[in-house]
């Protein structure tokens, strides 16, 4: 099997690259495959026999090289998917769908490059005339644009011979919109050697006492991190517990200043705010830390890969209890209702954890357990193959009258 | 043409005209001239004794007479020169008007050549709304027969990825037969 993949690869500064970084040597030992990644990038990848890099310029379709299957990993970030999508619309493949809501991806490549019209008719080829009124009734300013109602998954997944998502909720989600397409949820994929260091030597190697209890988050830093959330309930905890430490490990996205709410609340002596890290510090802070905190609202229906990192870390994480999130058994993290009583449970949940080790380790275990027979690379790996398998099979030659007359 | 402008050109002629001929203003003249009443002296034409009777009629009048005509004269005197005086105001403010008059008649004149002009603009607008009703219809018809084509290369780049790889399959197919059948 010859596959041709592409996608973000580190070290660009993408969730996506990082999960290709993992997920592509336990592929590569089930196939061949040609990763396409930006012109000029020298990805950071270990190297593999059957794995072979070349520029997204290069390809030419996959006759030209006889792959058996294309496979796109798809997000929400322009400036990585722009030139996937181009290839994806020409070469219809496998899409992994990262985020379910394409809406801000077609805005930044269309809109803020002032192309309205590309816009509108992919508006209209989604929604028919609903959109097609939408969106003009956007352009002219008298409604602003409905990006939660309108998540224009479908010029991908309509072009696509199968999608993969990561959660249930995607996956329904898909269904209720394009009930023919082909689509498989195949849980996110991490490094299960994500805990080799102990928790103390990383917080020494850090600079944190021992003693320190760390609360951390991974990730870009933006408002639906509900950050401030955490803010406001460790200046009522730090008192009750002295040794209460945030890490916030990322870097914030355009436009949004945490350090001012850091200090208006008088945080600025226990926490941390790394900007982005390398990957090597990373895996330090996540060793480090004694409750991962991975809240998320609004979401577009986007799994974590920071919380899977957690988890596998045997983190006890807490997490948003909406979307992709609920789906994470009970008992390998801690859910947060979204509302008016966010901040009480917040609080709850971190006044219990931190005081009691036993009930993190036991909650960090379980999560590490669930990652192990969920996320792990080779098992992931072998359920993209299984499922490339099953596209294939549709559209075998002997199939492909009854597959061709029953789209026409 | 409307009531009003009748009126106002049949009052501009006016205007016109009594500047022209000046007659009202000699007639006012001839009044103010006349407004005053002047007692004629008597006299008598008889020969010898004409200058006698002169004398005594006027003595006779002044004795019997003056006393009651000259207030009545005074009087009449008064009322002429009040007419003649009411006439000249009313004459002014006449002309007065007359200026007005000739003011709105030129602002509407104006108002009429703008009138038309937004007739004319109108008329165009209208054909112009059709014409925009159309190109919206084709416009529409035109989109969805975009819509309808994006949908078809959508189905027909699918069915070709398909073909793609199914051509593919059977290449190694027939080159792994070719194999077979050498062997």
Redesign the interface.
């Known amino acids: 099997m010859r596959i041709a993949y592409f996608s973000p690869l580190p070290p660009q500064k993408s969730g996506i690259a990082d999960y290709s970084a993992t997920l592509l040597p336990s592929l590569a030992e089930m196939a061949e495959i040609d990763v396409f990644v930006d012109d000029n990038l020298l990805p950071q990848l270990p190297p593999h026999p059957s794995i072979s890099i070349h520029s997204i310029s290069s390809f030419r379709?996959?006759?030209d090289k006889?792959?058996?299957?294309c496979i796109y990993q798809m997000g929400a970030n322009v400036h990585y998917h722009d030139k996937i999508f181009q290839l994806l619309?020409?070469?219809?493949?496998i899409t992994v769908l990262h985020d379910v809501n394409m809406n801000s991806f077609f805005g930044e490549l269309y809109l803020m490059r002032g192309q309205i019209t590309e816009y509108t008719?992919l508006m209209?080829?989604a929604y028919?005339e609903e959109g097609?009124s939408h969106a003009r009734s956007a352009h002219r300013g008298e409604t602003p644009y409905d990006t939660a109602k309108y998540l224009l998954i479908e010029?991908l997944i309509?072009?696509s011979?199968g999608v993969i998502v990561h959660s249930h909720y995607a996956e329904s989600l898909i269904r209720a919109r394009r009930p023919g397409v082909s689509v498989k949820r195949i849980p996110l994929v991490t490094d299960i050697a994500f805990s080799s260091a102990s928790a103390e030597e990383a917080k020494l190697q850090l600079g944190f006492e021992q003693s320190d209890l760390i609360i951390a988050a991974f990730g870009y830093i933006s408002p639906t991190k509900r950050l401030e959330k955490l803010l406001s309930v460790s200046s009522m905890l730090r008192n009750k517990i002295p040794h209460i430490k945030l890490a916030i490990v990322g870097e914030a996205i355009d436009g949004y200043d945490l350090y001012t709410e850091i200090a208006a609340l008088g945080l600025a002596d226990i926490t941390r705010v790394t900007g982005y890290v390398k990957e090597s510090e990373l895996r330090t802070y996540l060793a480090a830390t004694d409750v991962g905190f991975n809240l998320r609202y609004p979401t577009i229906g986007e799994s974590s890969a920071t919380l899977v990192a957690l988890m596998a870390s045997a983190k006890p994480t807490l997490v948003s209890n909406v979307d992709a999130f609920v789906e994470y058994p009970d008992d390998a993290c801690i859910k947060i209702d979204i509302g008016e009583h966010e901040e009480f449970q917040i609080a709850s949940a971190l006044n219990k954890l931190l005081s009691d080790a036993e009930l993190r380790r036991q909650i960090g275990h379980n999560a590490r357990r669930y990652v192990e027979f969920t996320c792990a690379p080779a098992l992931v790996a072998q359920q993209y193959m299984e499922f490339v398998e099953t596209v294939?099979n549709e559209?075998?030659?002997s199939k492909?009258k009854a597959?061709?007359s029953s789209?026409? | 043409m409307t009531e009003l402008q009748t009126i106002q050109t049949a009052e501009i002629d006016r205007s016109q005209n009594y500047h022209v001929t000046g007659q009202r203003e000699r007639s006012i003249m001839e009044l103010q001239q006349r407004a005053c009443l002047t007692p004629r002296p008597l006299t008598s034409n008889t020969p010898v004794i004409g200058g006698f009777i002169a004398w005594f009629r006027n003595a006779w009048n002044s004795v019997s007479t003056q006393w009651y005509i000259a207030p009545l004269i005074q009087q009449q005197n008064e009322f002429n020169q009040g007419v003649v005086d009411e006439l000249r105001a009313l004459r002014d403010d006449m002309q007065s008007l007359h200026a007005e008059l000739r003011i709105i008649a030129s602002e509407q004149q104006e108002l009429k050549q703008q009138t038309d002009k937004i007739a004319d603009l109108v008329d165009v607008a209208g054909v112009g709304y059709i014409r925009i009703q159309e190109l919206k219809q084709l416009l529409d018809e035109i989109?969805d027969r975009?819509?309808a084509n994006?949908?078809d290369v959508?189905?027909l780049?699918?069915?070709?990825?398909?073909?793609?790889?199914?051509?593919?399959?059977?290449?190694?197919?027939l080159k792994r037969l070719d194999g077979a059948l050498r062997s």
């Open positions: 379709g996959p006759l006889k792959q058996h299957i619309r020409r070469y219809p493949g008719r209209a080829y028919s097609l010029p309509e072009r011979l294939l559209i075998a030659p492909m597959s061709l789209k026409r | 989109s975009l819509i994006d949908r959508a189905a780049t699918h069915d070709l990825g398909k073909v793609t790889y199914a051509v593919i399959r059977l290449d190694e197919d």
